[in-house]
């Protein structure tokens, strides 16, 4: 016995479901027909076959060469009969996935297929040979035949009939006119005939308008002598009108001189391979839920819509709005059955236009448009966000479901499919962004911002590391004598690719990765010593500083300490430095002021509103609050500069009352004298901004710090 008497491959002991594969196995082929084994060896030979399609499907990738193994064992084992493949295929089909999963496979399914395909394959590919074999023993025999005395020719005969008629493979003979001379009771059958009937058919009879091109050729190469024999994979049809596949191979026999006397034609029924095989092809390319193309047939148009030179694809990125609260609210089989209620919607909703929608996994469906015209994208995400906006009801629950579309339309000579995807998937994200139950169209320029903003987010905390930041120092005069009595701290950044960067570019970035807190600290010590030294070399002098509060820093636990640590370290008297923050800064989620202010001004520091007068300001916020100063905004400077006496006077007003509150007031953006003249009218005590100087670095301000005080 071919197989059973080799070592036990691994496992070396029964892994998971494998006893259970054996006995459904030895089970199925426990048929009375004649066995060249016992029952005893016919199940160990079995469980030596079961272990090594386990340990298959166990490697990555799967061992088919091992599985193809195994079914040419069965062949050499002589397991012919007729049933014998269909059972070892069902036993494989219902257990082995277990058996796979029980040793840890994952996928454990598509192992299983790959091995099962092997097994069939292998067994197919024996089985073809030996019947080759015999069929090649059969015309040496007969041309040995000629040559040897009658008895031999007789005791040939038998043993060619004998084959013949007992074969599993359907055996035909023709003459060169075509005519069936004989046949077997396999190929007779194998198409619905008797075999008397069978011979009254000519092999024209078989040829059909959609055979493979070249099939036809390669028969007549065989009947006009110039070819031995051919093998094809050939479509009959049966006589109830079916179909069958065969794998057919036709051989010639000659005369004693050589002329063509007749073709053999050996086929074997490949329908049910091949049916598995198309079920598998459709496995591997369609969602099992949905039964849409899946990711691989999505990519796999893709590839087709790329190779079209000079043509346009439009994509549309779908996901639907807060899925994952359906699943967590009311369980995965709700989940489930909406999305296949979804993905109905989806293809009524686009099949009728001929493009191809499919789910990427999850809860994201995409649609491929081929050389979309003018408006058509828009159209389609339109009445997609329009059929998926109908409720749907799912088992009791009446759902109301959203989604978000990225819209992509671009040439294939530009990019390409997994470009076209990536630019997709954030443009679903954008409109997600902008608050989803909408549809987004690719924008090249906010795709850039979006990279800089990352490569800044990954390149912040490396640029702190490296001393890429540096401040800017800008002085604020008093304006009734243009006298500095103060600086304002601005951080610029020297990106290595990216170039100097002002805080426009990377503030918010470095907020969002909590990479403020330690720029804030290093902006903050730096101000403070260079404020430090100065008033240190001019008593009396009093400069104060002035440094920037993101929002994320007045919520940090450690401000307070932070400040103070800096304040005693670089020796700065509490009283020259002041903190900006904007209202949103200084107020709490509850519209109550952030504890640490008040813990900053008890230290001596003075508090200073930024960009006061822009958006909503509630000044009920001002008089419960430890304030020294407002800071007004620039676009409130800004209408300064002409002669609209409705700006002037919301200045006024507001100088006013930041100074009944006991406030000081600083204009910013001060650029023309006209400005400046409006600020003294208004009573402003302070102002800044380029008419006095630009920021620069703190060597430079020095120097024109003589010059600039009065």
């Known amino acids: 016995m071919n197989g059973g008497d080799r070592a036990t491959p691994w496992p070396p002991s029964a892994a998971p479901d494998v006893d259970d594969l054996v006995s459904a196995w030895a089970t199925d082929l426990a048929r009375p027909v004649y066995r060249p084994m016992s029952r005893v060896e016919l199940r160990r030979y079995l469980r030596w076959a079961a272990l090594r399609l386990a340990a298959a499907s166990a490697t990555d990738p799967v061992d088919t060469d091992t599985a193809r193994a195994v079914g040419v064992s069965l062949v050499d084992n002589d397991l012919l009969d007729g049933e014998d493949l269909p059972s070892t295929v069902s036993a494989l089909c219902t257990h082995l996935p277990a058996v796979a999963a029980g040793l840890g496979v994952g996928p454990a399914m598509p192992a299983a297929r790959a091995v099962m395909s092997a097994v069939v394959a292998g067994y197919a590919g024996r089985m073809r040979d030996r019947i080759l074999t015999e069929q090649e023993m059969v015309r040496q025999a007969e041309v040995r035949a000629r040559k040897q005395t009658q008895d031999a020719l007789l005791s040939s005969e038998a043993r060619f009939r004998a084959i013949f008629e007992n074969s599993g493979i359907g055996i035909g003979i023709a003459d060169m006119t075509g005519r069936i001379v004989d046949a077997n009771e396999a190929f007779a059958s194998m198409l619905g005939y008797t075999i008397e009937e069978f011979c009254t058919i000519n092999v ?381 800064a200084l107020l709490g989620p509850a519209g109550r002021p952030v504890d640490a202010i008040s813990a900053l001004a008890g230290l001596g520091i003075h508090i200073a509103v930024d960009d006061f007068g822009t958006g909503y300001s509630n000044l009920g916020y001002l008089p419960r609050l430890p304030l020294h100063s407002l800071k007004l905004a620039g676009v409130l400077v800004e209408g300064l500069r002409g002669p609209d006496e409705g700006a002037g006077r919301i200045v006024t007003s507001l100088v006013a009352l930041a100074q009944s509150l006991g406030l000081t007031v600083t204009g910013e953006g001060v650029e023309t004298t006209a400005q400046a003249a409006q600020l003294r009218g208004a009573r402003c005590d302070y102002a800044q901004g380029w008419l006095y100087a630009h920021a620069a670095p703190w060597n430079q301000v020095v120097a024109d710090l003589a010059r600039l005080r009065r």
């Open 204 to 584: 024209t009879d078989f040829v059909y308008p959609d055979d493979a091109q070249g099939m036809w050729e390669l028969y007549e190469d065989i009947i006009a002598g110039n070819s031995e024999f051919a093998r094809v994979e050939k479509r009959y049809r049966h006589r109830s009108g079916g179909m069958v596949w065969t794998d057919l191979t036709a051989s010639l026999i000659r005369d004693a001189n050589g002329a063509p006397l007749y073709t053999v034609a050996m086929a074997e029924d490949a329908t049910t391979r091949r049916e598995l095989q198309a079920r598998l092809r459709h496995q591997a390319t369609h969602d099992p839920l949905t039964g849409l193309a899946n990711r691989t047939m999505v990519n796999d148009r893709l590839d087709e819509l790329f190779a079209r030179p000079g043509g346009r694809i439009g994509v549309c990125y779908l996901d639907v709005d807060n899925f994952k609260v359906v699943n967590d609210r009311l369980g995965h089989v709700v989940g489930d059955k909406l999305l296949l209620a979804l993905s109905c919607r989806l293809h009524s909703s686009v099949s009728g236009r001929g493009h191809l929608v499919g789910r990427m996994g999850g809860d994201e469906f995409v649609i491929l448009v081929e050389d979309p015209p003018d408006g058509e994208l828009a159209d389609l995400a339109d009445t997609v966000l329009a059929a998926l906006a109908v409720p749907i009801d799912v088992d009791e629950h009446r759902l109301v479901v959203s989604a978000s579309i990225g819209v992509v339309e671009t040439c294939v000579d530009n990019t390409t499919p997994a470009d076209v995807l990536a630019s997709a998937d954030v443009t679903l994200y954008w409109a997600k962004a902008d608050g989803r139950n909408r549809w987004a169209r690719y924008d090249p320029e906010r795709a850039a911002g979006d990279i800089t903003r990352y490569t800044l987010s990954t390149t912040l905390s490396a640029g702190l590391e490296r001393d890429e930041f540096e401040v800017e120092y800008q002085p604020i005069v008093r304006l009734a004598d243009s006298g500095v009595v103060g600086v304002e701290a601005l951080v610029r950044w020297n990106h290595p690719t990216l170039g100097r960067l002002g805080p426009d570019r990377f503030i918010e970035v470095a907020e969002e990765t909590g990479a403020i807190v330690p720029l804030g600290r290093h902006v903050l010590r730096e101000a403070c010593t260079r404020a430090a030294e100065w008033n240190a070399a001019h008593p009396g002098a009093d400069l104060f500083v002035s440094v920037n509060l993101a929002v994320r820093q007045a919520h940090d636990p450690g401000l307070v300490s932070d400040v103070a640590d800096i304040l005693a370290e670089t020796g700065l008297p509490a009283r020259l430095l002041q903190l900006e923050l904007t209202e949103s």
